[in-house]
């Protein structure tokens, strides 16, 4: 069964402080692997999309990777700004769907 | 790029009524779109698929003739609660396939409160 599992659940950090949340997935035929981020009472907003073990996507401060079997997001020197809910899902082929995990918690304080 | 919009933002509404929500892709067009509820502090629980001009296809466990999905359009599917009780209130998400490699992009939600 396609399967994918965020951690950790949240995660408190400083302002300043890196840190990695990580994504493992279980998929029948990966057709993509998406990260989205998702304020409260919003909806997802899109991220990075990757798609084949060893692809790595920068956008700011925020660097995904990906490995046959799970999916990295790197956040460096995060502000409070970053806060948000870290969701990872992937696209299943043999379900024609995104299966997604059930995100990660991030709190950046000042 | 790839804006999805939503209609509303949020409704309250009393029980037995029906309730209409809207999803627009305002700068592509979509042939599939998707609708997912989500519950507080939960992921997101994908409900229908929709495909323009065609019927949608459900999750397991979705009742089809409680959550109405209409797709006439390449930028319009509606998705309409009959018969809302408060079991239905929830958030509710769409989102349009777009993009180079058909990325799902979402609509800010619709918060959902029957009385």
């Known amino acids: 069964e396609d399967q994918v599992t965020q951690s950790p659940e949240a995660l408190r950090l400083q302002e300043g402080e890196s840190s990695s949340l990580n994504c493992s997935y279980t998929v029948s035929g990966l057709r993509g692997l998406f990260w989205y981020r998702q304020d409260p009472g919003k909806g997802p907003e899109f991220l990075f999309t990757?798609?084949?073990a060893g692809e790595e996507k920068e956008k700011e401060r925020l660097k995904a990777t990906l490995t046959k079997k799970e999916s990295f997001l790197h956040i460096t020197a995060p502000k409070p700004e970053d806060s948000a809910t870290y969701l990872c899902a992937v696209f299943s082929g043999g379900y024609n769907k995104l299966i997604f995990g059930a995100g990660t918690r991030l709190a950046v304080h000042p | 790029g790839a804006v999805v919009s939503q209609h509303p933002s949020w409704v309250i509404c009393k029980s037995g009524t029906s309730v209409k929500i809207e999803c627009r892709s305002l700068d592509f067009q979509a042939t599939t779109m998707f609708w997912y509820r989500q519950f507080p502090k939960q992921s997101l629980m994908l409900m229908a698929t929709s495909n323009e001009g065609s019927k949608a296809t459900y999750e397991q466990g979705v009742e089809k003739d409680k959550f109405l999905i209409n797709h006439a359009s390449l930028t319009l599917s509606t998705l309409t609660v009959t018969s809302a009780h408060p079991e239905d209130s929830s958030f509710y998400i769409c989102s349009a396939a777009g993009g180079r490699h058909n990325e799902q992009f979402f609509g800010p939600g619709t918060r959902l409160t029957v009385l």
């Open positions: 990757l798609y084949s």
